[in-house]
């Protein structure tokens, strides 16, 4: 049963401090989406690789979020420094194709407290 | 640009009650739009999506929904409520590229 898996499930930090999120595709899966979950904005869309091309950034925080693909089984969130306002869940998702029928496959989240 | 709004943030049924989660969309295009259900502490699950093969789309758990073109909604029902449908249930319209927009969620609660 392939599954998106995200690493790690839980981080507390404290303000200043970087934080490294990660997320596996599902195998052969071409496209990874990075959302963002928050009680005020619910779901939004941060950016997402096709190909492991950034195609969408708009939705981060220019001045303190990064986000890459360094390889076909890997993608990154980075924040730095953090701020309490980034406490969230952030979800990972892939896709096969990138077309706008195509089903996203989401990850578990990983639970960020800053502090 | 496409939007989903779902109405009402809170909907609570009785078990074996019809659960009935409204949402409707804007769209300047044919829009692709899915529901997908989230656990507690959980990823969020595709339950269905509509692709324009049929109005009438079944997915998982009993549950399906009926694209109305007039009415602009995508509304999802199950006949029978079950407990373990107590969830939060996502409606989303996709984007180009394929990107999700969604709606608020509606988070449903099942009474023995």
């Known amino acids: 049963d392939a599954r998106v898996t995200q690493t790690p499930r839980h981080k507390v930090t404290e303000m200043g401090q970087e934080v490294t999120m990660r997320c596996q595709p599902i195998?052969?899966?071409?496209?990874v989406f990075w959302y963002r979950q928050t009680m005020m904005q619910g779901l939004e869309l941060l950016a997402y690789?096709?190909?492991?091309?950034?195609?969408?950034d708009s939705g981060m925080p220019k001045d303190r979020f990064s986000a890459e693909m360094p390889d076909a089984t890997l993608a990154t969130l980075k924040i730095q420094p953090s701020e309490p306002r980034d406490s969230a869940v952030y979800f990972c998702?892939?896709?096969?194709?990138?077309?706008?029928?195509?089903?996203?496959?989401f990850g578990p989240g990983t639970r960020l407290l800053v502090l | 640009a496409q939007s989903v709004t779902q109405l009402g943030s809170h909907v609570s049924v009785s078990e074996g009650a019809l659960v009935l989660l409204r949402c409707n969309y804007s769209s300047s295009v044919p829009p692709y739009l899915f529901w997908y259900v989230q656990y507690p502490n959980q990823g969020l699950q595709l339950l269905l999506k509509y692709t324009s093969a049929a109005t009438l789309v079944k997915g998982i758990n009993g549950f399906e929904a009926e694209f109305k073109k007039s009415e602009t909604s995508f509304h999802l029902t199950k006949p029978s409520a079950h407990m373990s449908d107590a969830a939060e249930y996502f409606c989303?319209?996709?984007?180009?590229?394929?990107?999700?927009?969604f709606g608020q969620g509606t988070e449903l609660s099942v009474k023995p």
């Open positions: 195998l052969g899966h071409n496209t």
């Open positions: 989303a319209v996709s984007a180009t590229g394929g990107k999700l927009i």
């Open positions: 690789f096709r190909n492991r091309a950034p195609l969408d």
């Open positions: 998702a892939s896709g096969l194709g990138g077309q706008v029928k195509e089903t996203q496959y």
